[in-house]
């Protein structure tokens, strides 16, 4: 099977490396890239930082993207942005630059594989009752579990594991479905369809992205408010 054939099916069949268990494969090599990309992104926008009204385009960008993501989060859970800030836009520019260079030739999304997007829902779950324990307490928090009865503590328990695996599938799964999509359409029509299949891609990356980062935001919010309520009230 060429390295084609094993991409299609996930970047983690194709292994570049390994030495016993250790095993360096092409999900891991596009993680560091997309990771790369990142911090010179974020050394290019802060490497002159000043104030006032002479800013370097990359420090304009920088701030209206935070300021931007910030206002979407006290949108979606009414408290200040300030303690999600880091958390909701890494996960959300990660998948933002994994899934919008997937028009690059040769480059293969990282999301395009499962263990990655497990690996981003894991830190959604460990993320969820971090924040409710520094928030609430962790009697109070423990408390949510048993609400409104003690009946539905399995079933908040189960919650919990089906809608991680639910973020990791999702987004996998529509990472994938777009790239078939448009394969098959570029192989079919591909004088009539490529630029607009790349506009598609770029839409559908940038979507897929903010959903997730939705997603985390409600479910760390519902961990969060009842701490929120009692010191608005």
Known sequence: MDFMNLTDITPDAVILWQMGWIKLNLTIVFT??????????????????????????????????????????????????????????????????????????????????????????????????????????????????SSPTIFMLPFNLVSEFTRTLAMAVRLFGNVMSASKIAAILLAVIPLVFPVLMHLLGLLTGFIQAYIFAVLAMVYITSATRVQYELEKG
């Open 32 to 145: 560091w890239i997309t990771m790369g990309i990142l911090l010179v992104i974020s050394w290019l926008a802060t490497r002159r930082l000043r104030s006032g009204k002479d800013l370097s385009p990359w420090q304009n960008f920088l701030e209206a993207v935070i300021e931007i993501t910030s206002n979407q989060i006290e949108d979606i859970s009414q408290q200040h942005a300030g303690k999600y800030l880091d958390f909701i836009g890494t996960l959300f520019f990660f998948i933002v630059v994994s899934n919008l260079f997937m028009v690059v030739p040769g480059y293969v999304p990282p999301t395009g594989s499962l263990a990655t997007t497990s690996a981003l829902a894991l830190c959604v779950f460990v993320a969820v009752p971090g924040y409710g324990i520094i928030t609430e307490g962790l009697v109070q928090y423990l408390k949510t579990y």
